[in-house]
């Protein structure tokens, strides 16, 4: 497994305690305002809403503001922001393939906010499809380990779709074909296995292996990136052992 993955797992765990929060807060407030904006304000008829809304609850999202969110998507509230999506596509060091996905309300601020945090952390912007070929988009359901075994998992989802499961050490990964999330979340629900997250995602074909410096120098960017406000997700394709990520910290 990349070590994004592992990496991006253990952020996703950090999140409650994260200095940052108020700023992730707001990227899930706004993937739920999307949504609702797309598909209606009921989750049991739009299940991008319903994962949508489960991602902020898990990240601690006050309820209120999740209800806010719907409302300002759905139209119920006048006061919702136009959002455009756009992906960025570049290089980091080590020619480490890098997807930017935004959400924003001002195309040129968000281009000027991910050229500069690439070029300032040793990236370069790339022309459109040159980097995207080198990605899927795929399902990726994680949920804790508990008592589960791989069996356990495989048993509960093989007929929703899945197509793989991986062992991120204290999380079970599940991946299927991005159409395929939601019917293999709605698979552990009804096995009454719990989950973290239920996204669809961005899956590299090759893997660029990195030591210490060049793992710190990626992650350094990345992070760069998320710090903005219009950036709603960062794939790459950099793998790392355990051992450097964790001398990376």
């Known amino acids: 497994m990349s070590g994004h993955s592992k990496w991006a797992t253990t952020k996703h765990k950090k999140a409650v305690i994260d200095a940052r929060r108020g700023k992730m807060f707001a990227k899930l407030i706004k993937n739920i305002e999307v ?7 009921d989750p049991d008829a739009n299940p991008t809403l319903y994962d949508a809304i489960q991602k902020a609850k898990k990240t601690s999202v006050p309820n209120d503001n999740i209800e806010r969110a719907v409302k300002r998507g759905s139209g119920a509230d006048a006061n919702a922001a136009e ?31 991910v050229r500069t945090a690439m070029t300032r952390n040793g990236g ?10 080198l990605f899927t988009r795929k399902g990726v359901v994680l949920l804790p380990k508990d008592d589960l075994s791989e069996d356990d998992v495989l048993m ?7 197509e793989e499961v991986h062992d991120l050490g204290e999380s079970w990964e599940v991946v299927s ?5 939601v019917a293999v979340r709605k698979a552990l629900q009804a096995n ?8 669809q995602t961005f899956i590299p074909s090759m893997n660029v292996e990195l030591d210490v410096e060049g793992a710190r120098k990626i992650v350094r960017l990345i992070e760069a990136l ?5 950036v709603q997700n960062v794939w790459s394709n950099f793998e790392a052992s355990d051992e450097v990520m964790a001398e990376v910290g």
């Open 83 to 113: 959002y455009q999506a756009i992906t960025y596509e570049g290089y980091g060091p080590n020619g480490v393939a890098v997807l930017i996905e935004c959400l924003t309300d001002n195309k040129n601020r968000a281009a000027t906010e």
């Open 226 to 230: 998320e710090d903005s406000d219009d």
């Open 35 to 41: 949504a609702a904006r797309t598909g209606g304000g």
């Open 156 to 162: 509960a989802v093989l007929d929703a779709g899945a």
């Open 192 to 199: 009454g296995i719990d989950y973290d997250s239920a996204d």
């Open 124 to 133: 370069t912007m790339a022309d459109p499809n040159s980097v995207a070929y």
């Open 177 to 181: 074909e991005a159409t395929d999330v």
